[in-house]
């Protein structure tokens, strides 16, 4: 098992809701690490280039999210879909 010690990464522990013209991305694989540091557990999401990637395999985002933000993110999904 990991600890957060092993990454120097960002931590999001706060979502707030911004409105603006974008678009659906490319579908690419993904997978998930619980992480525990000081009795705290987070989560870990790491995103993987798209098929046409010159380095296959190689993560392209690590996103971490305290418990608030696991929080946050339960009630978007909830009450949006």
Known sequence: MKTMEEYNL???NKIDHLTRNSR???EVEATYNILYKDGEKYLEVTTYGSKDREMKGKASQII???KEAIKQLKEIVETQF
């Open 10 to 12: 960002a931590l999001i």
């Open 64 to 66: 971490q999210f305290n």
């Open 24 to 26: 659906v991305h490319e």
